[in-house]
């Protein structure tokens, strides 16, 4: 297991919007040396602490995921989203954190989709907006493949490592079982 980076290394910079903060942990020009072949990917962690809107980032498609339950309204509709539950929408929709029940972080993977529309039709059972085997995609709670890209964004802090640090898996890698973690996985699959 190879660590890449740890929220509490890197500097907090101002969303595009002016209206809250975030944490880069993997800048999009960054992805294309992790993980050659796949879509370019952003991921960072953002600081929730009033409810309001947030920065547009048409082309990108968003798996949002909170350290604590919040609302979200996505064109309109609401949507819960909470440590377990992400929410996924377009970069180019209309999205605020309409209700925030106490402050907390919140893990966002932003993969480049040059056809997200702002027309999407969000489902309250969607998890994933862009999918592919050129694609990075995160999950909460369920098996980390044993194929392709492989990363694990600690939730929590463990003894050896900081809450949000992010993590390389090797082929032969496990995680520890006390570990909460997110899981970032992908397969390219040459043409």
Known sequence: MRALAAFADRPAVPWANGAGETTELVALTESASLTPGLRPWRLSIARLDRTGPFSALPGMARTFLPTAEVVLEIDGRTRRANPTRPAAFHGGQSVSVVELTEHCFAVNLMVADPAALMDVDV????????DGDDTLMMSVGAPIPTQG???????????DHPRFSLFALEPDDLVPEDWSVVVLSGVHEPQ
């Open 123 to 130: 489902d309250d059972g969607d998890d994933a907006l862009v």
């Open 149 to 159: 890209f492989r990363f694990v964004l600690t939730l929590h802090p463990t003894s």
